[in-house]
């Protein structure tokens, strides 16, 4: 049986194809349609406190470019850019402090989406926390950070929707356009995990429950 009959079949069995429901995206890339909502209220307000800490931020990449998306980070390791290149460390270079530790109930729905995926066990060290404003975007891209590409990576889409560009193995290959919703969390592991992927320009009239702007928090095994 595949993990979309898996998690189809046993929880949500009349799930529509692009509703609340479970769908895989391709082999190894499962999307959970709404499953942090019931968590919502936890993870803004442990997003306050992570903020307060540790402010988002907009990095240089290697070239000298300043991300038009904010980022900031929270559990052991945070992931960082600037002119020397991309890596994780473990403290904020902003502050120079650990970066703030990650809360339990942000752990723990990455650990039930990964496990529902077939991702049994997964235990994150970083949370990088995105933020898109109106014209923020990812350029299509592949994440080779971490130090091994066995554990998956869990995404949660809170607040506007954008369009998430799903590619394939080679920057070439045409990517597919699926939107992301408040509340939406994406397991990307196995044969997803090297995909390439990006964001499309947030656009300024999609307002939200958190307002016009859109925070992605990104679940990565790194150390
Ligand atoms: C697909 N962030 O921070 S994570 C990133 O919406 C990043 O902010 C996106 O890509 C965002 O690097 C969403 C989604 C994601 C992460 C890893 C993947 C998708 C992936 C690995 C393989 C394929
Ligand atoms: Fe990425």
Known sequence: MSTEERVTSDLFPLAPADGVGHRELGPGAILLRAFALPDEPRILAALTL???DA???HM??????????A???CGTLGWVSDRSGYRYAATDPG?????PEMPPAFADLAARAAAL??????SPDVCLINRYEPGARLALHQDRDERDFDAPIVSVSLGATAVF????????????????????VVVWGGPARLRYHGVLPLRADATSPL?????????????
Request: charged residues 25%.
């Open 60 to 69: 240089v990449t290697r070239g000298g470019f300043r991300m038009s998306v």
């Open 95 to 99: 502050s120079g402090r650990p970066w």
């Open 165 to 184: 560009l799903f590619g394939g193995l080679r920057r070439e290959d045409k990517p597919q356009r699926l939107p992301l919703r408040h509340g939406d």
């Open 71 to 73: 980022m900031t980070n």
């Open 117 to 122: 995926a077939g991702f049994a066990g997964f």
């Open 55 to 57: 402010p988002f931020r």
């Open 211 to 223: 307002g016009v702007q859109r925070i992605n928090l990104t679940f990565r095994r790194a150390g």
């Open 50 to 52: 992570i903020t307060h």
